[in-house]
């Protein structure tokens, strides 16, 4: 299909409050919880403020995705200077079908066209969000880190560990010398 003919059929608006119930039940969807960073499931009221707040901030752009007459997704853009980060999310029963392909390339145009100061789009996905990455990387984004986190909780685990490993480097060391 032709970028004039999905432009034809597939286009960006501007989030509205009325939109607050819809893009909730998305991001509660089990699969997009799995797939965020904070897997906890989003309340009405932390939703409302969150988005009232969102649609205020001159930094937040938010953009429901449609297909002709049907709301198929939406995705935000966090702008920090020449950069802006994307979230998405593509509504449950539209998965599968490729159009996170088509949202993140509409907001790649939306940025370059009503965002001059902006160079750079950036995307956080975690490992497992196999769709994500494949999506991202289909419409040109270059994998350009790796992120590790500790978890805090496990430090006791880790410290019997690295004991084991100075313990042994002990007795290694303590070898070499008596020989």
Not at 160 to 168: F, K, R
């Given at each position: 299909m032709g970028a004039g003919i999905v432009k034809r059929k597939c286009w960006l608006r501007s989030v509205e409050v009325s939109d607050a119930d819809l893009i909730l039940e998305w991001v509660n969807d089990p699969m997009d919880r799995a797939n965020s960073f904070s897997s906890d499931p989003i309340t009405r009221d932390d939703h409302i403020v969150w988005l009232e707040s969102a649609l205020k901030n001159p930094a937040m752009r938010l953009y429901i995705m449609m297909l002709n007459d049907r709301s198929v997704g939406h995705i935000k853009l966090k702008i920090d200077g020449e950069s802006a980060e994307i979230g998405y999310c593509i509504a449950p029963e539209w998965r599968g079908m490729g159009l996170a392909k088509v949202i993140v390339a509409l907001a790649v145009e939306e940025a370059k066209a009503q965002l001059p100061e902006v160079k750079t789009l950036i995307a956080q996905v975690k490992p497992s969000n196999i769709a994500s990455s494949k999506a991202l990387g289909a419409c040109g984004y270059q994998q350009t880190m790796l992120q590790y986190e500790f978890d805090l909780d496990t430090f006791d685990d880790m410290n019997?560990?690295?004991?084991?490993?100075?313990?042994?480097a002990e007795g290694k060391a303590f070898e070499s010398n008596t020989h």
């Open positions: 019997s560990e690295l004991t084991a490993i100075v313990d042994s």
